[in-house]
């Protein structure tokens, strides 16, 4: 018996419109993916070696800078700006340690955790802002760099002022260029280190973290013999608020610890070694920041501190020169170990997204012996020798920590999601409008807006009236939260107090974003809009949607 066939009508194919969001919509499985074509990275860090990545990260030369610059503005209460920061920077601490302990075995840090809780659009969008943000500070940190290189040269008598500005302070061309000869070669010296293999880079991380760390100690010990406790009088000189208006400023002197989430496929233990690496550096870090402060504002009184210099300065005030070369060093090893680890996640970065095809396969590849992603590694250390060899980047020094703080607000924001996610049960009935992951969304999103108005309106100096009602708002987005979603301790290492906690901490990130300069802000949207465009014509076409689940 025949059976007769109707004509055959295709389906009308979907529109670009429809097919964007699709695409936009895809989200990574919690399961560590499998080893892709391009090979994988060697397990070869220990806790040991994680904690020095991040303090390493961590602690560059603006502990002796920073501590003393902004002391002159809050006083000896830049002590309670650092501990206030520093305990902003635990809440996010906190959120990255649990991502890290649930997805051990991944590279990708920030934009992985992105993509696992949410979806491919909003990982792009955290991975670009990441990594202009690596770009520029690469850059910027290898011109410092190759300054206090020819400073420390110039001691030689014979190379005192002999020395031409383009080597390393910077020579102007045109207006608009900047030569520097000796910050690429110094970044090309460390892509080298880094291609040849974790192994060898980390044991360089190692020394130079050690060095500084110790210097620090020193300069710690010997000055808290200078100290004078009659400088710490009055303590807050201006108020409360320029100790909060400081806290603003030094919180981004710990920002670095996050690297050692991006370790994880090169931990030996991820599992238990993230989550104490990350909370061990910067745990260390605060300690250090805090008896600086201490010994800096009792040593000298904090008006008389130096601008360029305060920590030198106030040793050579008190007759001790010698602990001023020490600080030099120290400041040597600090930028040195911060370049290290900055490139280092840079490439592991593109490692990551290379995998999931938003850019092309080459950031994949791992090499067969070294076992590191030369391509990725020789591509960031290629761009920062061009921004650090031709611009003077510290012009856009101000434009940064959009990404880092964009970074740990999606990060917190990802631990309250990925709880949702592990529910079999549901408090929500069927005849809601909205469903319970859209609420809980809205709620986030909520909380991040009143962190934005609060930090504005505590900017530009509004009504200590509306600055509660904001904050008001966002305590019952909080309380929603709490009270409207069902949540489950994940395995391994929980953060605690979720979704309080995370929710505090997207509040302070936002809050801090809105105290950046205005350029921040502008910077911020134009990526944004550009990112858009390079996912609308490539991103989504070639993404890799096989490993890939709708959200």
């Known amino acids: 018996m025949r059976i007769e066939q109707g004509p055959v009508t295709s389906s009308p194919s979907p529109s670009c419109y429809s097919r964007f969001w699709s695409s936009a919509a895809r989200s ?14 060697a397990r070869r860090l220990g806790l040991f070696d994680l904690i020095l990545i991040g303090v390493g990260a961590s602690i560059g030369a603006g502990i002796f800078v920073v501590t003393g610059t ?21 809440l996010n601490a906190l959120c990255y340690a649990e991502l890290a302990s649930r997805l051990p075995a991944v590279v990708g840090g920030a934009y992985m955790y992105a993509y696992s809780a949410f979806n491919e659009l909003t990982a792009f969008l955290v991975f670009t802002q990441l990594m202009l943000d690596y770009h ?93 406790v009659s400088n710490w009088s009055p303590f807050a000189p201006h108020g409360t608020k320029s100790i909060l208006t400081g806290a603003t400023v030094v919180f981004f002197a710990y920002v670095g610890f996050d690297a050692v989430a991006n370790s994880a496929e090169e931990s030996k233990r ?18 250090l920041y805090i008896a600086v402060c201490l010994v800096i504002t009792g040593m000298v009184p904090y008006e008389h501190l130096g601008e360029e210099a305060p920590l030198a300065n106030a040793f050579t005030s008190k007759g ?17 170990t911060t370049l290290l680890v900055g490139l280092y996640v840079q490439s592991r970065l593109y490692l990551g997204i290379g995998r999931d095809g938003l850019l092309p396969a080459i950031f994949a590849k791992v090499h067969p012996v070294r076992q590191t992603p030369v391509h990725s590694q020789v591509w960031v250390g290629l761009i920062a020798s061009i921004l650090a ?19 740990y607000s999606v990060v917190s924001a990802c631990v309250v999601t ?16 909205i469903s319970n992951r859209a609420e809980g969304i809205f709620c986030l999103i909520a909380i991040a807006c ?102």
Not at 197 to 216: A, D, P
Not at 389 to 401: A, F, I, P
């Open 418 to 433: 990925l709880r949702w996610k592990d529910n079999k049960t549901s408090n929500v009935t069927s005849t809601r409008r």
């Open 389 to 407: 060899g031709l611009l003077n980047v510290h012009v856009l020094s101000h434009v940064l920590s959009v990404g880092s703080l964009t970074g």
């Open 70 to 90: 902004v002391a002159r503005d809050t006083g000896p209460g830049v002590t309670l700006s650092f501990i206030i920061a520093g305990a902003s920077c635990v």
């Open 136 to 228: 520029i500070g690469a850059a910027s940190i290898a011109r410092s760099l190759a300054g206090y290189w020819v400073s420390v040269l110039e001691l030689i008598p014979f190379l005192k002022d002999n020395i031409p500005s383009w080597v390393g302070h910077g020579d102007e061309v045109l207006g608009v260029l900047s030569i520097n000869i000796l910050a690429p070669i110094i970044l090309g010296l460390l892509t080298v280190v880094l291609c040849r293999g974790v192994g060898e880079s980390s044991i360089l991380n190692s020394i130079m973290t050690v060095t500084k760390v110790l210097i620090v100690i020193f300069v710690i010990i010997v000055g808290a013999f200078k100290v004078d």
């Open 450 to 551: 009143c962190g934005c108005a609060t930090g504005v309106l505590f900017r530009f100096g509004a009504s200590f009236v509306f600055l509660i009602v904001a904050s008001v708002i966002a305590v019952f987005a909080g309380a929603t939260l709490y009270l409207r979603q069902a949540y489950t301790d994940p395995p391994g290492f929980s953060c605690p107090g979720v979704p309080i906690l995370p929710s505090i901490s997207i509040f302070v990130n936002i809050f801090l974003f809105a105290q950046l300069h205005y350029e921040a802000w502008v910077r911020f949207v134009v990526l944004s809009i550009v990112t858009l465009g390079i996912y609308a014509f490539y991103g989504q076409f070639h993404a890799n949607p096989g490993s890939a689940g709708e959200v």
């Open 320 to 336: 001790l020169k010698y602990v001023s070369v020490l600080i030099s060093c120290g400041a040597i090893a600090g930028l040195t």
């Open 270 to 287: 991820p599992q238990r070694d993230l989550p104490l690496g990350i909370i061990g550096s910067l745990v260390i870090c605060v300690a």
């Open 28 to 41: 990574k499985p919690l399961s560590p993916p499998p080893p892709s074509s391009g090979g994988v990275l």
